[in-house]
């Protein structure tokens, strides 16, 4: 069952194109991160998903038209767009009481047990507490609520290492199962790369990668090569290289790991690196979008 | 709320409806109350004002027994002599009571106003806006919410809060007169203080349903300019009452506006008795109500016709609304 089916959708603002025509399917049960460069699109795209902005083109999240039955979609699709929108004058318990008065799926006890495990107080305005104390706040009251759908846009930006690590510890272990489904964009792909389930780098409105992270591990090899075999690895075709203390790095697509080892150090690369082989190179974006 | 729609494939659908469904009333319910824990003014202010004015009046009545001789003593010349008119000695004792719940309901306009210019810009500029959507409240939900602070619980208050003030103020000036050996008997006797708060109620309905199109105007506005609301939802009207004045030497729009801000009056009240005379607003009696009257004019019918059209215009515009 797709939880997100998109096809050919498209979303201008005047004269920039913001999604070219995208096609889209997530499957129940997936953690799927949105990559991409600033501009790129991605949040276009969550908006689209969420009923916040117009589209051309066919969507449906969970079998409904997002834009025209957004507040029924909202039953059971959660999202944290960006951090800190909650509203700086409510009080912790205010948000507890409103959510629960007008959320049906909201589970009070749980959000309560979550937040005992912080340092927020009750009593406390959100406008008193820290950034990251925010987020907790809201990953409490997104938790609690037994959604289908979870979209998360940035929702770790600007906090420390710690409140980071445990927002995605917390998603994990508390929030997630296989009935279940979370679409997140962030920037600190470093976080999510043992998250997600699959992968889609977005640029220009365009999809330039679309895979699970299993087919991301077998597929891309990232090989530090001794340099006496610089030029036999070259002629193996690297989508791209890059040097660093004065040995060259070079990612592969679709070449026998077997094969790479003979050449130097093998290992997965990380989500960023391949975003710059991909998004860095015109010739890597076409080999990338034609799988 | 209703879960079922065409084309919501299966699995969804019996998930979708297991939990207990909520009414349709309580998410509007809960927002009207998250409106009121934003907003402390809707009610601080007109407690405010009410405090104050209690206290001012608490200072005058050290007066009332030498007021009350001079007026109601049957025996003293002066009584004999102004006897012609009662109800002007009515009138001097029911004015601070009819001021109490003036003062009370102008100060409730002018925060109905200041909360209908922000009420659909503040949840913008502070990015809010992003929490409230994501949570299954509708778009009319919210701007229904929004508006029934100064169509309904403000009125409900301004209501509430002078029919208080004048029974504390009653209380107060009775005891006073009291201890000082006067009659309070004929005070709780002249006062007509019930029938003061049915006006009050029905002047209160009135103002609020004649205003109706006022707060809907700032709403919308509201939820469309990015800055300066106020000055967006007024200059544009004066502007154009100018140019007209100026173009047509005529001033259909500016007479209009005044009618919208202070017609109320003139198509709920009787303000001439049977004689001709004209009555003294501080004590209208209900002989002098037209509820028919009112209820069958236009510019009632109109006014809350552009009021629903207005508040549907910014249903439909909070859909394409984002943080500022």
Same mark, same amino acid.
């Given at each position: 069952?797709?939880?997100?089916?998109?096809?050919?959708?498209?979303?201008?603002?005047?004269?920039?194109?913001?999604?070219?025509?995208?096609?889209?399917?997530?499957?129940?049960?997936?953690?799927?991160?949105?990559?991409?460069?600033?501009?790129?699109?991605?949040?276009?795209?969550?908006?689209?998903?969420?009923?916040?902005?117009?589209?051309?083109?066919?969507?449906?999240?969970?079998?409904?038209?997002?834009?025209?039955?957004?507040?029924?979609?909202?039953?059971?699709?959660?999202?944290?767009?960006?951090?800190?929108?909650?509203?700086?004058?409510?009080?912790?318990?205010?948000?507890?009481?409103?959510?629960?008065?007008?959320?049906?799926?909201?589970?009070?006890?749980?959000?309560?047990?979550?937040?005992?495990?912080?340092?927020?107080?009750?009593?406390?305005?959100?406008?008193?507490?820290?950034?990251?104390?925010?987020?907790?706040?809201?990953?409490?009251?997104?938790?609690?609520?037994?959604?289908?759908?979870?979209?998360?846009?940035?929702?770790?930006?600007?906090?420390?290492?710690?409140?980071?690590?445990?927002?995605?510890?917390?998603?994990?272990?508390?929030?997630?199962?296989?009935?279940?489904?979370?679409?997140?964009?962030?920037?600190?792909?470093?976080?999510?790369?043992?998250?997600?389930?699959?992968?889609?780098?977005?640029?220009?409105?365009?999809?330039?990668?679309?895979?699970?992270?299993?087919?991301?591990?077998?597929?891309?090899?990232?090989?530090?090569?001794?340099?006496?075999?610089?030029?036999?690895?070259?002629?193996?075709?690297?989508?791209?290289?890059?040097?660093?203390?004065?040995?060259?790095?070079?990612?592969?697509?679709?070449?026998?790991?077997?094969?790479?080892?003979?050449?130097?150090?093998?290992?997965?690369?990380?989500?960023?690196?391949?975003?710059?082989?991909?998004?860095?190179?015109?010739?890597?974006?076409?080999?990338?979008?034609?799988? | 709320?209703?879960?079922?729609?065409?084309?919501?494939?299966?699995?969804?659908?019996?998930?979708?409806?297991?939990?207990?469904?909520?009414?349709?009333? /309580?998410?509007?319910?809960?927002?009207?109350?998250?409106?009121?824990?934003?907003?402390?003014?809707?009610?601080?202010?007109p407690l405010a004002i009410a405090a104050v004015y209690l206290l001012g009046f608490a200072v005058s009545v050290i007066w009332l027994p030498h007021n009350m001789r001079e007026v109601w003593m049957p025996h003293t010349m002066r009584e004999m002599a102004a006897a012609h008119n009662v109800t002007d000695s009515l009138i001097g004792l029911a004015m601070p009571y009819a001021h109490a719940a003036m003062l009370v309901g102008l100060v409730?306009?002018?925060?109905?106003?200041?909360?209908?210019?922000?009420?659909?810009?503040?949840?913008?500029?502070?990015?809010?806006?992003?929490?409230?959507?994501?949570?299954?409240?509708?778009?009319?939900?919210?701007?229904?919410?929004?508006?029934?602070?100064?169509?309904?619980?403000?009125?409900?208050?301004v209501f509430a809060l002078s029919v208080i003030l004048q029974q504390i103020m009653r209380l107060l000036s009775l005891s006073v007169l009291v201890m000082n050996g006067g009659s309070a008997a004929t005070l709780w006797a002249r006062l007509p203080l019930s029938e003061m708060e049915l006006v009050t109620?029905?002047g209160?309905?009135?103002?609020?349903?004649?205003?109706?199109?006022?707060?809907?105007?700032?709403?919308?506005?509201?939820?469309?300019?990015?800055?300066?609301?106020?000055?967006?939802?007024?200059?544009?009207?004066?502007?154009?009452?100018?140019?007209?004045?100026?173009?047509?030497?005529?001033?259909?729009?500016?007479?209009?506006?005044?009618?919208?801000?202070?017609?109320?009056?003139?198509?709920?009240?009787?303000?001439?008795?049977?004689?001709?005379?004209?009555i003294d607003s501080h004590f209208i009696p209900?002989?002098?109500?037209?509820?028919?009257?009112?209820?069958?004019?236009?510019?009632?019918?109109?006014?809350?016709?552009?009021?629903?059209?207005?508040?549907?215009?910014?249903?439909?515009?909070? /859909?394409?609304?984002?943080?500022?």
């Open positions: 069952m797709k939880v997100i089916e998109a096809r050919g959708l498209h979303k201008a603002f005047g004269t920039t194109v913001a999604l070219d025509g995208i096609d889209l399917g997530v499957e129940e049960g997936r953690i799927l991160g949105l990559v991409g460069p600033n501009g790129a699109g991605k949040t276009t795209a969550l908006d689209a998903i969420l009923g916040l902005t117009q589209y051309q083109g066919e969507l449906k999240v969970l079998g409904r038209d997002p834009w025209s039955e957004r507040d029924q979609l909202m039953r059971d699709v959660c999202f944290i767009s960006d951090v800190a929108v909650l509203p700086r004058w409510m009080r912790v318990s205010q948000a507890l009481d409103y959510v629960a008065g007008v959320h049906p799926r909201f589970d009070r006890a749980k959000a309560e047990a979550f937040l005992t495990k912080t340092d927020i107080k009750r009593s406390s305005k959100i406008r008193e507490l820290s950034k990251g104390m925010v987020t907790q706040l809201h990953l409490a009251l997104v938790m609690a609520i037994d959604a289908r759908l979870l979209v998360l846009d940035e929702p770790t930006l600007g906090l420390d290492i710690l409140y980071r690590k445990q927002f995605y510890d917390s998603l994990l272990n508390d929030y997630f199962d296989r009935s279940r489904t979370i679409v997140v964009t962030t920037h600190q792909v470093e976080d999510v790369q043992n998250v997600i389930t699959d992968l889609m780098l977005i640029n220009r409105g365009r999809i330039v990668l679309n895979c699970s992270m299993e087919d991301f591990e077998s597929r891309y090899v990232e090989v530090t090569v001794h340099p006496e075999h610089v030029a036999a690895a070259r002629a193996l075709k690297p989508i791209h290289e890059r040097q660093m203390l004065g040995r060259s790095i070079l990612l592969f697509d679709g070449v026998d790991r077997k094969q790479l080892a003979a050449l130097g150090d093998v290992h997965t690369p990380s989500i960023a690196d391949l975003f710059v082989a991909l998004m860095g190179n015109p010739a890597g974006q076409a080999q990338g979008a034609a799988r | 709320m209703n879960t079922q729609s065409n084309g919501v494939p299966e699995s969804f659908e019996s998930h979708a409806i297991t939990p207990a469904s909520l009414s349709q009333t /309580r998410p509007l319910y809960w927002s009207i109350r998250r409106e009121i824990w934003e907003n402390h003014s809707i009610y601080v202010a409730a306009f002018l925060v109905g106003i200041f909360y209908s210019l922000d009420a659909l810009h503040g949840e913008r500029r502070d990015r809010s806006i992003l929490f409230w959507k994501s949570l299954p409240v509708s778009d009319l939900t919210t701007v229904l919410s929004k508006a029934a602070i100064p169509l309904v619980v403000l009125p409900l208050i109620l029905y209160t309905a009135v103002i609020v349903l004649w205003h109706a199109p006022i707060y809907c105007w700032f709403m919308l506005v509201s939820g469309w300019a990015r800055r300066a609301v106020f000055l967006w939802a007024v200059v544009p009207l004066l502007a154009i009452a100018a140019i007209e004045n100026i173009a047509f030497h005529t001033s259909f729009l500016g007479s209009m506006l005044l009618g919208r801000l202070v017609g109320f009056s003139e198509a709920a009240f009787d303000l001439k008795d049977k004689n001709g005379v004209p209900l002989t002098q109500l037209a509820p028919g009257r009112f209820l069958s004019s236009p510019g009632l019918w109109l006014g809350l016709l552009v009021a629903a059209a207005l508040l549907a215009a910014a249903v439909r515009q909070r /859909r394409y609304r984002e943080p500022l």
